[in-house]
């Protein structure tokens, strides 16, 4: 069966809405569906190359179309007014690590302005991701910053779930000084702010990502969390 899809204005996240009756033969088949969220393959009826990967959280279009943010669809290059065909991807893991960098040195500024509110905009307006993905966030009901998925581990299109081991934000590696790797072990995160710059400090087991102003560090291991502070304050 297919179905439209269609740009719509005021969705302020990555996901889909779906038409009532799509709704109605999904949950047919998979009962409860409305308390999940979904990952979705849409294809296109026209073209073999037409596939996106797109999460459904619930969300109930206002017409008989399959209604996606406008700047979300830029984003994946998903036309509007396409017809597709709908299937649940059953399959789709949580991602355990996910390097993403905002595609603009605009983008940069205003993540720089808002990391905090950045990191946790995220996993709520985002789900389903994958390696070269671009996805647009939404801060304070306007502001919009549009990030570039770098890699992704699995390298499918995985999910983020609402407590990732790991979200790496990373400058350009055109810009990037230096890149080192230094043993750590930490199970908390901080986020500092000195002067214009933004340490970021993301902890889950096994990695930590620091960014700076047009540095990147990443740390491995085990390393006290008073040494990397000396480390940061004394990098600059």
Known sequence: MEFEVRHVGGIENCFVSLPLHLIQILESTRPG?????LSLE?????????????AWS??????????VARQFADCISLPDHMMVQVRVVSNVTNATLVTIEPSSEDDWE????????AEAAILKQVRTVHEA??????LHGHAIITFSVVSTFPKKPCNLCLEPKLLLLQRDGKRMQKNKTLPCSLMRKIILQRYHCVFRIQIEDFFINVMLMGSSL????????????KLLLNFH
């Open 33 to 37: 569906l409305s308390s999940q969220v």
């Open 218 to 229: 990443v740390f491995h291991s085990h390393l006290s969390l008073i040494c990397i502070l």
């Open 58 to 67: 619930g969300a109930t279009s206002s017409s008989s179309s399959i209604e």
């Open 110 to 117: 205003v993540l720089e302005l808002n990391a905090e509110q």
């Open 133 to 138: 993905m671009k996805f647009p966030l939404w």
């Open 42 to 54: 849409l294809r296109s009826s026209s073209s073999s190359s037409g596939l996106w990967t797109v």
